[in-house]
């Protein structure tokens, strides 16, 4: 059986979880306590020399970096719904896998570490400039009638971006303005196999 390892308030984390949960893959949660410390442990080392999570092992694979990972669930496990095999499609689905490491990590991401976990070594103004700056561009490139970030399905393109711009007001970033992004979290909230995280409920359209 695949095994994660991860943190309940980790938005790299949960990305994995709901991959593995779309896909309709069963898993091992192995919870790694950050706050304590267990990220640094020579155990967890062995797997992650980063000292990051999440982590995913697959019988003799073991896998760091949650962008790497839903590259290897969606190539083994999705097919190319997830992960689009034709070159244009595949580049611009990997496209959003950088920006999310970029300017989403940045911005919406920077901004909850400062607020959620203390992180003081974040400088607050700019992350609120660059989050700013990637929701209006999510929101731009949603306006021109699109459903889905690329290929008119969800993609793993959609699966990366997704938890911390949801998460984005853990970070004090309103997405009051940003109605085709909030039309957008419904969408991947109504996903079938869709499970929440702290912060990240199931549309209540979902629930019906």
């Keep these: 059986m695949i095994k994660l390892y991860g943190h309940e308030l980790s938005g790299n984390s949960y990305k994995v979880k709901l991959m593995l949960s779309l896909l ?12 304590k410390g267990e990220h640094q442990t020579a155990e967890f080392l062995e797997l992650n020399p980063f000292g990051q999570v999440p982590v995913l092992v697959d019988n003799d694979i073991t896998l ?3 962008q790497a990972i839903l590259v290897y669930l969606a190539r083994r496990y ?8 034709e070159p244009e499609f595949l580049s611009r689905v990997v496209r959003w896998l950088s920006i999310t ?3 989403v990590r940045e911005g919406v991401g920077f901004a909850r570490l400062y607020y959620l976990f203390n992180a003081n070594y974040v400088n607050i103004e700019r992350a609120t400039q660059r989050a700013e700056f990637i929701l209006t561009q999510l929101e731009r490139h949603l306006s021109d009638n699109r459903q889905w970030l690329e290929c008119d399905c ?12 949801a998460l984005a007001e853990d970070g004090k970033i309103s997405l ?6 909030l039309s957008w979290i419904d969408r991947v909230q109504s996903l079938p196999g869709f499970i929440a995280m702290p912060g990240i409920e199931i549309s209540k359209s979902a629930r019906v």
Excluded: N
Aim: aromatic share 14%; glycine share 6%; no cysteine.
């Design 154 to 165: 969800p993609t793993i393109a959609d699966i990366a971006v997704f938890p911390y711009v």
């Design 176 to 181: 009051k303005p940003y109605t085709k992004v």
């Design 101 to 103: 490491a970029g300017e």
């Design 64 to 66: 760091a970096d949650s």
């Design 24 to 35: 309709e893959i069963d898993y091992e949660w192995i919870e790694v306590d950050l706050l």
């Design 78 to 85: 999705g097919g190319d719904q997830w992960l689009p095999s």
